[in-house]
């Protein structure tokens, strides 16, 4: 196992997280995987002899139960509290009153001591806002969650789901009014869903921030069970739930162009995935869930599996995004400054030509 330190702390992370949404029965969420507490003592003592320390759940992922648990697990299997870092969410809805949900004051306090319990724990490692509250100003957000950090009940703080320019006004307030900033970014990336790299993934390295990814198999549809022929496959998650949303047509190109790589690993199209993503500096843990242990040990694989330059290129150029404005002006201008040369119009031209 490789670790890496959490965004800009001294916290060291496993690259593979383990993320807790198959455990439980309760909610929607069940049909993510629905594994009871036998089954998830099985997966997680599996995940602790791989090296794996980092744990992510929510207080929302089959209502609670995920939290149950996970929590119940690291008791039974005798792991001590320092050895796990865990996290877990608040933001969405735990129950029919008005204040149930959201990033309030009030209920950021009620969430985590809710979760707290559930864990079985009396502090967690890292707290995350699950999503936007258009409601709820950002500076009363980051002050209950500061309040958490002083308090010992949190120990780093993170965000999940927010556009780049909600990210940097947070980090602008925290560093203003002198709070607890968030230390990392949960968001959904993958080879075939690079949307973040346009905006959130530089923002995060110039703030050196930490990115935690879920879903780095695009919802399994780059597990290695979905084709251009066979869309729907049997006991498919994604066949149920298509989520997230994908461009269809352009995973499979790049399904095509993983399976003569992972054909000379000797592994699965899904490992390559998570390898490509393990390669990316901005990457610092991704999240695995897993039904059963052979799920397990092909995802844990990716971290053992080292991708040559040609095979990286390969790989990018696949699942290359179009360029969007401004993405193809700025360095169109950039050339006066970093390349002054008599032919830069056209050079430029040639190389937009080619996006």
Known sequence: MQYKT????????????????????????????????????????SCVDAGVNFFDTA??????????????????????????????????????GRNDVGASRKHILEAVDASLRRLQTDYIDLYQIHGTDVVTPLEETLRALDTLVNSGKVRYIGVSNWHAWRIAKALGISENKNLARFDCLQAYYSIAGRELEREIVPLLEHEKTGLIVWSPLAGGLLSGKYSRDNQKPANSRRSDFDFPLVDKERAWRILDVIAPIAKAHNCTAATISLAWLLAKPAVTSIIIGARNDQQLQDNLKS?????????????????????????????????????????????????????
């Open 303 to 355: 971290v053992d599996i080292k991708l040559s330059d040609d095979e990286m290129k390969l790989l990018n150029a696949v699942s290359e995004l179009p360029l969007e404005y401004p993405g193809w002006m700025v360095p169109f201008q950039a050339m006066d400054r970093l390349e002054p040369v008599p032919d830069r119009w056209k050079r430029m031209a040639e190389a937009l030509a080619t996006k």
């Open 6 to 45: 959490l965004g800009n702390t001294g916290l060291l992370v496993s690259t593979i997280c383990f993320g807790a949404m198959t455990f439980g029965d309760k909610g929607p969420f069940k049909a993510m995987g629905g594994l009871n507490q036998s089954q998830a003592d099985d997966i997680i003592k």
């Open 59 to 96: 207080d929302v992922y089959a209502e609670g139960a995920s939290e149950e648990i996970l929590g119940q697990s690291f008791r039974n299997l005798g792991i001590e509290r320092k050895d796990v870092v865990i996290a877990t969410k608040c933001y969405g809805r735990v129950g029919e």
